[in-house]
Structure formats: structure tokens, C-alpha cells
């Protein structure tokens, strides 16, 4: 039996988000650029005699087979026919149903760690086809660091890791359903559309003020006509200093990139006077950037 391990989760922003339409499997096309950042949960895993033990210290996550991660363990033992156990304790740090895939990103975590620490060695094809399985970002989560995600979310192309970005996030004390959001998004109502390859050309120059300034969420069309703190928080965020500052996902989190950590730590702390979650974090990296060019998680 393999030993105790501790993996960090990290959380996504979603640094440009794009919906060029609808499937017909009812699903939104979509166009994303991901980025991990250095607010992560920390997911503790034993393995056990049999079956999957669920632990959690935090009460706004279901404590039962619904949960993301205890879904991984069951999609990773029923795929590999295994016949031994694991338990799981996560350690909640990223804020709940905020768009930030803190499910996807515990799920991810315990995919690859059961695969280490009971040394299946699958492989990253293997890995990503029972990530699509669970969610649409949960490829991405596997993955790590950056990429770009179109289709659902399962054709990636990692991006390198070009700049650390300085970013202040705010999540307001509100929840937003991705359901609700995607359900209720009309591609007439967009104001702003992000210019994909004018975001990754910035990108691959690693120049934060032209990555900040096309940073642009259509989802917002929808998540501030139910919310509209989140477009205050935005204006907050820019008054003092960011660069730019759009919504995450489906929302309600907002964030800002700042051209320097200085300038994010002291609008971190204003920001603090008027809310609750705010979290000074920078960008994540998880391994070395292989050129890899495009991965498609499962099958089309
Ligand atoms: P995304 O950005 O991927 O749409 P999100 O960040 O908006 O997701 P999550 O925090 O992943 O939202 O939570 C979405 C839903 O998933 C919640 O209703 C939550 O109860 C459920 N859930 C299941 N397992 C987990 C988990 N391990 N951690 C967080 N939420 C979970």
C-alpha cells in the first residue's frame, strides 16, 4: 500500500472568456484562457483497506458521493478495476461556487494523486480522459498552470508560463450558479467581446499591461444583471490600480491584475474595509512547459 500524500489544489481565473455559440449537445462553444493561482486547497490522501472515505472541514461542500473529489476517486477505481480503498480529506481554502473550479480542481488533485501514490503510472491521456468525465474544467485542472480550453473545455493548448502575474481577488458574499449564468447568456446582450489572438500575442510577450488591458469576460453580460456589485467591485479594483479587472467563470469572483505585488498588497487591504474574501495571490506554475501543442480529454 503507498503512503499519505499531500497535494495542493489550486485554484483558475479565467483571464479572457468567450462563447462563440451553442452546440448541439446544449452545451456552450466555448473559448477560455485559464490560469492557476497560488489559492489552493490542500487535499490529504490515505490510502485504505477498501472503499473512499470522505473528510472536509468545511460545511458549504457536499459531504457525500456528490462531491467532486470522492466522484474522482470512484471514476478513477471503477475505470482501473481496483479493488483497494483511499480516504480523502480536503482542506477548503478556495471559496465555493465563485468560479474558481474549486470542485474541478480537488477532483484533478485526487486523480493524479491516487495515480502516484498507488503507482498506476496512467498516463496524462488516460488522466484527462476520466477528467473530462467529471467536468468541463477538470481537464484543465489536471493540466495545470495556463491553457487555452475551447469546446467544452476538453481541447486544450497549454500556454507557457510568460509572466507572474500580481492579481488581487475579490469574492463578494454572494454565490452565482454556472447553470443559472450559461442558461441565461444571449450573445446580443455581449457589449465587449475578448480579442483572442490579440490576448495571446500579448501573452507570449509576457507584457502584463497588454494582457490586462484584453482581459474580457462575456459572461459578465449575464452575472452583472443579476449581481450588480460585481461591475462596483470592478470599478473599485481599477480605481486603485489594477490594470484591468473582470469577473472569473461564471462569477461572482472578480479580480485585477496589478503591474506590480506592491501596488495589489495595498488595494488588497482597502478592498478588506469593504469586503470579507479578499485574497493578494500570484500566478501558479505546476511543472515545466513542454511546447505541447493541442490535447483533446476524452473523446470528442
Ligand atoms: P466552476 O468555475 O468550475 O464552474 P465554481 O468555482 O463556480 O465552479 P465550485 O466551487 O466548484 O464552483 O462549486 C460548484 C458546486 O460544486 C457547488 O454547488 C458545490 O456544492 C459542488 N461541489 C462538489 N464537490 C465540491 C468540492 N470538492 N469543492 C467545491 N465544490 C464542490
Redesign the pocket.
Known sequence: MGKRMIIEAP??INLILDIKGKRPDGYHELETVMHQISLA?RIILNPCASGIKLG?NSG???YNE??????AASVFFQKNGFKGGIEIF?E?N???????????T??AAVLLGINEIYEYNLSEELLLEMAAEL???VPFCVLGSSALARGRGEILTPLPSAVSLAIVLVKPDF????AEVYSKFELAKVEQFPDTRAFLAAWGRGDVEDIAVNMVNVLESVSIRIHPEIAVIKERLKELGALNAVM???GPSVFGIFKERKGAAQAAETLRKWYSEVYLVSSYKRGDYDGKKEIIAGRP
Open positions: 485554484a483558475k486547497d472536509i458549504l461542500v457536499p456528490s462531491n467532486l473529489a470522492y466522484r480536503i477548503k478556495i471559496p465555493v461556487g465563485a468560479g474558481l473550479a474549486g470542485g474541478s480537488d477532483a467536468g468541463s474544467d454565490q452565482l450558479s454556472t472569473s467563470g461564471s
